[in-house]
């Protein structure tokens, strides 16, 4: 069965089966595997896109469930994602977020979710935003800063 949506702001058809996990898709099908596996249950974030807006996990989500709507990776925050997805990627890199990496897609992707619908976040609300991204190397106390400095840069 045929799914179509929109992905990284191209339309995308996908011959696929339906119920399978949207990560899956992404990664496997597309080729686009900066979203990572992580648990496979919704629990560690490491899989987020936003869908339509909205930062979800890809991993429990299927496919057949996404038709016709917008999703975007971590591959389609670049340039021309817009301020608040700047303003956070460059956070990021001034403030040395990263550690290993591997959950750094799903917190960036989550981080900008929220700045985009709270510009001027408390440490409550980054950590209700942010809760269920785990990061095994501990760096919560800078992702928490760089979501500051980010909002910040955004005049807020």
Avoid at 118 to 140: E, F, K, Q, V, W
């Amino acid at each position: 069965m045929a799914v179509s949506f929109t992905l990284n702001g191209h339309a995308v058809t996908l011959d696929a089966d339906p119920q399978m996990p949207l990560l899956w898709a992404i990664r496997d099908e597309v080729g686009l595997t900066g979203t990572k596996y992580g648990c496979g249950m919704a629990q560690c974030g490491a899989c987020t896109v936003h869908l339509d807006g909205e930062a979800v996990r890809s991993c429990s989500l299927a496919l057949g469930d996404i038709a016709g709507k917008q999703v975007v990776t971590i591959e389609g925050v670049g340039p021309s994602a817009g301020p608040v997805a700047l303003a956070v990627r460059d956070a990021w890199r001034r403030l040395d977020v990263v550690q290993c990496g591997y959950c750094q897609s799903g917190q960036i992707m989550s981080a900008v979710a929220l700045l985009k619908s709270n510009r001027r976040p408390s440490d409550s609300d980054i950590d209700a935003a942010m809760a269920g991204n785990a990061c095994r190397c501990a760096t919560y106390v800078r992702i928490r800063a760089a979501i500051h400095e980010a909002a910040r840069s955004l005049g807020a």
